[in-house]
């Protein structure tokens, strides 16, 4: 079992992203082989100070890192730090089709009715994608619900190689999903969109930086309902912002929906934010803390981050040699 997963480094990191990935990152560590990169070569499909995009690979990593990723376990690295990304994208790209990523619905989405004026990065964004997992011949990617699609993507990249090449070079990938709220963690403004990095409500989602105050009151104006709890989950399908709210504090203490219910039953949201919000901070709060020593050392995070690439680079080029091989480049 090998896990491969990433994230972009442009933004901080939020509750969705703890919750969908990193947590469950930090837990794969212990059961398996593991890499971990910050995808900053995927946040060239947008335009970015560079000065900011700098430093925002340092930031993440800082992150990650407070989140309990730990260097000694997995190899945490940045992507543009290992160029095979780049070169196996390249051919995938003779590989993969303009239909397959026209169906991508993070495309349709970004681009919006803005197709002609979008970086032709951003299109081809699931390509490095696949290449980012390939590359490493990744049995398992842990991700939130939101990059299923990309894994799949990635499975029909590697076969179409495998069969057009007549080669058994990749690994056709796995999803690795979580259950319940956490795999998909929703805006708190309004349940029915994700909670993103890209929503422009600072008050949508609740960032790693976010001192216990801010947390507090994030959740005090969080969209709810009049109603009280209900003893039954399914009470809470018609119902998204309760049931995100539900879900979240399940995914923060370790209980399902129905465990809950079962504490909050009957209870209005008066009473029911208090506790979301104390979980949040004792989750968060610990992980802000080292989060804050992390990035005051630079020096130790680059060279955390220089072994982290030293070892992918390696991990990688037999497999960039042979898809090379299979496409006639080399001998
Ligand atoms: P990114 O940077 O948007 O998000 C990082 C991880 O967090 C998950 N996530 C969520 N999970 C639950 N609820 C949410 N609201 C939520 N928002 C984000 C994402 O699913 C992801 O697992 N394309 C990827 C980065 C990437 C990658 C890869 C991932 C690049 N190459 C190869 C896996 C394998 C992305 O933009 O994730």
Request: glycine fraction near 6%; aromatic fraction near 6%; charge should be negative.
């Amino acid at each position: 079992m090998r896990v491969v997963s990433g994230i972009q480094p442009t933004g901080d990191l939020h509750l969705g992203n703890l919750l969908g990935a990193i947590l469950r990152w930090v837990r794969m560590q212990d059961e398996a082989e593991c890499l971990f990169f910050l995808a900053d070569l995927h946040s060239l499909s947008d335009f970015i100070d560079p000065k900011v995009r700098r430093n925002s690979v340092r930031e993440m990593a800082a992150a990650l890192i407070a989140s309990g990723i730990d260097p000694n376990k997995s190899t945490l690295f940045a992507q543009s730090a290992v160029p095979a990304h780049s070169e196996l994208c390249w051919i995938l790209n003779g590989v993969a089709r303009m239909g397959w990523l026209n169906r991508m619905t993070q495309w349709k989405d970004k681009a919006g009715k803005n197709r002609e004026g979008s970086s032709v990065a951003l299109f081809d964004y699931p390509v490095l994608q696949a290449a980012d997992i390939l590359l490493y011949q990744a049995t398992h990617v842990p991700v939130g619900e939101d990059q299923k699609q990309h894994i799949e993507l990635t499975r029909d990249i590697a076969l179409k190689f495998n069969s057009d090449y007549d080669v058994e070079l990749f690994v056709p990938p796995e999803p690795f999903i979580g259950g319940g709220t956490a795999a998909r963690v929703m805006s708190l403004r309004d349940g029915s969109m994700k909670m993103s990095k890209s929503d422009p409500s600072e008050q949508s989602r609740i960032h790693l930086t976010d001192d216990n105050d801010v947390i507090a009151l994030k959740i005090r104006k969080a969209k709810t309902d009049p109603d009280p709890l209900p003893e039954d989950p399914a009470l809470l399908e018609s119902r998204p912002e309760a049931r995100n709210l539900v879900g979240i504090y399940g995914a923060m203490v370790g209980e399902t929906d129905e465990q809950v219910l079962q504490r909050f039953a009957g209870q209005g949201f008066g009473a029911f934010k208090p506790a979301l919000a104390d979980a949040a901070i004792a989750l968060l709060e610990p992980l802000r803390n080292r989060l804050v020593e992390l990035r005051q050392d630079k020096a130790a995070l680059d060279a955390i981050l220089a072994a982290g690439a030293n070892k992918a680079a390696s991990l990688a080029q037999p497999t960039l040699d042979a898809a090379y091989r299979a496409v006639g480049l080399k001998d």
